[in-house]
C-alpha cells in the first residue's frame, strides 16, 4: 500500500515564477492538507481541502492556491515566487470519520522548494 | 487552537526511556494533544494522541496529567533511530477534520 506521495522532490525557482506541487494521497485517505517547512522551523498548516473544495486555511496569502481532484490527490500552486517561499512543502492525507471519529494525518516526503 | 510548551531538546542513552514533556496549561475540554516526531528529511509521523485518559500503542506511551494542562510522551526503550523533533499539539475537531499547528518541538538525541 504506497503511503502520501509527492512530485517533484526538488524543484529550483526564479523570483516572481509560479510553481505547482503535486500530491497522491494514502489509498483510501479523501483529505489532503498542505504545510510549509522552513529551515529549522516546525511545518505551517497552508490550507486543507476536502470533497474538492477548501475546508480551512491558515495565514498564507492569495498567492497560494490549490485544488483537489476527484481522485483526491491535490495540487499546491504558489504565484509571484519571493525569496522567502523557500522551504519544505509537506502533503498529509487523512481520512474524514464519522462525527467523534479521529484519524491521523499521514506525511509524504515532501517537496524541497528552492527559490532564487 | 492552545499553545504548547516543549524544551527545545533533550538527550537519553540507547535502551534507557525517553520521557518528553509537555505544557499546555490553556488547554480546553474538547482538546486533544497529538504527538509527531520528525526525522531528518522525512514528513512527520504521527505517534500517539490523547484527550483525558492515558494511553499506550506499539511506539509509546502518552501520559496526561489529571488537570491536563500537561502531558508526557514515553519512549520505553529509545534506539538510536528514535532520535528525531518531537512535537506535542494541541487540535481541536472541527467536523472530525483538523488543521496540526506545530511549535518548535523537542530535539531528542538517543546517545549509542
Known amino acids: 500500500d504506497a503511503g502520501v506521495t509527492q512530485s517533484p522532490t526538488h524543484l529550483i525557482k526564479t523570483r516572481g515564477q509560479q510553481v505547482t506541487l503535486r500530491c497522491s494521497p494514502k489509498s483510501g485517505h479523501d483529505t489532503v492538507s498542505w504545510y510549509q517547512q522552513a529551515l529549522g522551523q516546525g511545518p505551517q498548516f497552508i490550507f486543507q481541502?476536502?470533497?474538492?473544495?477548501?475546508?480551512q486555511r491558515g495565514n498564507f496569502p492569495d498567492r497560494f492556491s490549490g485544488h483537489q481532484f476527484p481522485n483526491y490527490s491535490s495540487e499546491l500552486n504558489v504565484n509571484a515566487l519571493l525569496l522567502g517561499d523557500s522551504a519544505l512543502y509537506l502533503c498529509?492525507?487523512?481520512?474524514?470519520?464519522?462525527?467523534?471519529?479521529?484519524?491521523?494525518?499521514?506525511f509524504g516526503p515532501g517537496t524541497r522548494l528552492t527559490v532564487t | 487552537d492552545a499553545k504548547t510548551t516543549q524544551p527545545p531538546s533533550m538527550d537519553c542513552a540507547e535502551g534507557r526511556a525517553a520521557n518528553l514533556p509537555c505544557n499546555h496549561s490553556t488547554i480546553s475540554g474538547n482538546e486533544y494533544v497529538y504527538w509527531y516526531r520528525q526525522i531528518h528529511s522525512q514528513g512527520p509521523q504521527y505517534i500517539i494522541h490523547?484527550?483525558?485518559n492515558n494511553e499506550t500503542n506499539e511506539m509509546a506511551s502518552l501520559i496526561i496529567t489529571e488537570d491536563r494542562k500537561s502531558s508526557t510522551l514515553i519512549l520505553p526503550h529509545a534506539t538510536l533511530r528514535d532520535t528525531a523533533v518531537y512535537y506535542c499539539?494541541?487540535?481541536?475537531?472541527?467536523?472530525?477534520?483538523?488543521?496540526?499547528?506545530f511549535g518548535s518541538g523537542t530535539r531528542l538525541l538517543v546517545r549509542p
Open positions: 481541502y476536502y470533497e474538492e473544495e477548501e475546508r
Open positions: 490523547g484527550l483525558k
Open positions: 499539539i494541541v487540535i481541536t475537531l472541527m467536523d472530525s477534520s483538523y488543521k496540526l499547528i
Open positions: 498529509a492525507s487523512s481520512l474524514v470519520g464519522s462525527r467523534g471519529t479521529t484519524y491521523e494525518q499521514y
